[in-house]
């Protein structure tokens, strides 16, 4: 049996980096165990609708800029929107479908009426019309919401031809559909 001085050095720089090159030498082998997990985290907040006078439920979704629609909008997100009251403030959130958290906000009391919009936190506080909402749930999880800034309360209402939500401040208003929100 003949004895290569090369073969030697090649199985010495193979065990050595853990990689053979090509030689009559064994490499070392080694095992590495992967573990993979998968975390799944179930939606923050709940759905939540708008129930007319005569009882007819409409959905909520949003569309990319935080506007509160009965259908899903370009850009938006096609699964209902998730709602949630924060508690050290009882104001009403919500995320866009990118993960940004907005929250609902209003122009009353210094103007009558606004959509039912969301916006960032950073936004609101810049723009001195724009003023937080909070809401309060009754124990069949209807929502009574007021702006902030008064607080003067809000009545919503729908407008068909827009397929969007509005508040007023006049609590006698009723040119359109008067809806609550309800949460879940």
């Known amino acids: 049996m ?11 720089v193979s065990t050595q980096a853990r ?3 090509a030689s009559p030498c064994k490499p070392l082998t080694t095992t590495t165990l992967a573990a993979t997990t998968t975390t799944t985290a179930a939606p923050e907040g ?3 609708s708008a129930v007319f006078a005569d009882g007819t439920e409409k959905d909520t979704y949003l569309d990319q800029y935080g506007g509160t629609y009965s259908t899903p909008q370009a850009g938006g997100s096609t699964s209902k929107a998730r709602f949630e ?10 995320h866009l479908i990118d993960g940004t958290k907005v929250y609902l906000y ?8 606004y959509a039912f919009q969301f916006d960032t936190a950073a936004n609101i506080d810049s723009i001195t019309v724009y003023h937080y ?21 809000i009545v919503w209402y729908w407008v068909e031809s827009a397929e969007r939500y509005y508040g007023n401040s006049s609590p006698t208003f009723n040119s359109y ?7 879940g």
């Open 19 to 21: 990689f053979a090159l």
């Open 133 to 153: 909402v909070t809401c309060t749930a009754d124990p069949d999880n209807v929502l009574s919401c007021a702006s902030e800034s008064g607080p003067t309360p």
């Open 2 to 12: 003949r004895f290569s001085l090369q073969s030697l050095a090649i199985c010495l």
């Open 106 to 113: 209003t122009v009353i009391p210094d103007g009558p009426n």
């Open 85 to 94: 009251l924060e508690p050290e403030t009882n104001r009403l959130f919500t």
């Open 46 to 48: 709940t759905q939540m």
């Open 177 to 183: 559909p008067l809806v609550n929100f309800k949460l």
